[in-house]
């Protein structure tokens, strides 16, 4: 066997054995040889496709796809460019196939063909198209706007949301764009900050600052950053997500201007009602000295007992940093200085304990409570204790069940066993009642070793 003879037994072997699909052409179109590798591929033998029209026809069914493919074949052999294209072919047993398929022409007018099965390439592109087209997707329906950057900064991807809200018509135009550019000047030491923060936590959410719209105007957002670090043969990225929060931080600007301006005026209102308790007070304490009359000194002394109490509230709420709740404990603890005060020639031997916890509750309800407290207390140190003596015992508390519980307790004679507080017609008892309804509460009494009177009432009022 000469040289000669040796290559071409080595050709031979070599189509033979090529993973490659390989099919020789005469320049008549006529298919003259075929390797074992186009018929695993195809599915296909030289007695099923004699020539070129009938490998059209059996690898492109479809007549439209089939027309467009021979043009472009023709195109490819007047140009005698070796050129690479990618076709789906159906094949013998019906089946479609990807193949990426290369034409050699020869000198001569012959043709080689090259035929590769790309198939599973071509699934994975396509699952990876699919599985973009849906990260995408669901970027673009999310409400937030989106932006990912390499870990230099630069912008990679950015959702359409995003660039309308910064003022552009393409992602193109934003693309490949370091995202410093979009923060105001003012804004550059906390997006340093941030973003040494990040490097150590991996996220950082969610934080507000400003960036600037290519007009120039400047927006709030609420920004939240991740950091993806690389893996595999993928970059790693930060994925920003943020929402425009510029009219919302105006909203809430006025209405803290607008909830201080109601403040000031309500606590000016309650100043002015304090000082108009004070006067109502001083002229019941001018009326009081004048008169000479036992009862009418008496009625006074309870009127006077009753406006203080209510004034009592105004001051608390002056000091206190919120208006509309109360804690009970020291508003009970100055009616209870009050009171002994205002009878403080019977107090004198009486021994007094308060016992009150923190309870706070709702302003609506302070009234009545300060008014039963005086009210009980004024009733027991004028009636309980003839003799002078004994102990009056004052208890607030707040049981497991949300009710708070006043209890006035004393060691005096207690009432006649023909008398109840529901049979007593005195304007005292009255306003008790009055006021127990009020609180949407209940009045229950005890009377062993002297009386004891507990008014249970919610923190807020019923609605």
């Known amino acids: 066997m000469n040289k000669d003879q040796k290559v071409v037994e080595l050709m031979n072997l070599m189509a033979r054995y090529s993973p490659a699909g390989l099919v020789f052409v005469d320049k008549d179109g006529r298919w003259l040889a075929a390797n074992k590798a186009f018929s695993e591929i195809t599915g296909y033998t030289l007695e099923d496709i004699p020539d070129g029209r009938t490998w059209f026809e059996k690898a492109f069914p479809e007549k439209e796809e089939r027309e467009k493919i021979k043009k472009l074949w023709i195109e490819d052999h007047k140009k005698a460019e070796t050129l690479e294209r990618e076709f789906e072919i159906t094949c013998r047993n019906g089946q479609k196939r990807w193949v990426s398929l290369r034409s050699s022409f020869l000198p001569e007018g012959q043709t080689v063909l090259s035929i590769q099965d790309i198939t599973a390439r071509k699934t994975l592109e396509k699952e990876k198209e699919k599985n973009e087209l849906f990260y995408q997707t669901l970027l673009e329906t999310i409400p937030d706007m989106v932006v990912v950057t390499d870990e230099q900064g630069y912008i990679r991807y950015i959702s359409d949301s995003a660039v309308k809200f910064l003022g552009y018509d393409r992602a193109e135009e934003l693309v490949g764009k370091n995202n410093q550019n979009f923060f105001p000047p003012e804004e550059m030491e906390t997006v340093y900050r941030v973003g040494e923060l990040i490097q150590k936590m991996g996220t950082l959410s969610p934080f507000i600052t400003a960036v600037q719209r290519k007009d120039g105007q400047k927006r709030s957002i609420e920004l939240s950053i991740g950091h993806i670090p690389p893996r595999e043969n993928l970059p790693g990225v930060y994925l920003a997500i943020f929402r425009d929060i510029t009219d919302r931080l105006e909203l809430e600007q006025r209405l ?35 008169s000479s009359e036992p ?10 007992n009753r406006v203080r109490s209510i004034a009592l509230i105004y001051e608390g709420l002056l000091r206190n940093e919120r208006i509309d709740r109360i804690n009970l404990k020291p508003y009970f603890e100055k009616i209870a200085a009050h009171v002994l005060n205002l009878f403080a020639e019977k107090a004198k031997k009486i021994q007094v304990n308060v016992e009150v916890e923190e309870i706070e509750v709702d302003i609506s309800l302070a009234h009545p409570c300060g008014l039963i407290l005086s009210e009980l207390m004024a009733n027991a140190l004028k009636h309980a204790f003839p003799e002078g003596t004994g102990t009056l015992t004052i208890t607030l508390k707040k049981s497991q069940d949300g009710l708070v519980h006043l209890t006035v307790a004393d060691d005096g004679v207690g009432l006649p066993s023909d008398l109840s507080p529901s049979n007593l017609n005195s304007l005292g008892w009255q306003i008790i009642h009055d006021l127990v309804d009020q609180l949407s509460g209940k009045i229950e009494v005890k009377v062993e070793k002297g009386t004891e009177i507990t008014i249970s009432f919610p923190t807020s009022p019923s609605v």
Do not use: G, P
């Open 256 to 290: 803290r201007q607008m909830l201080q301006e109601k403040e000031v005026l309500i606590r000016e209102i309650h100043h002015r009602v304090k000082n108009n308790l004070q006067l109502i007070l001083s002229l019941l304490r001018l009326q009081f000295y004048e």
């Open 295 to 304: 009862q009418v000194k008496a009625a006074l002394k309870d009127a006077m």
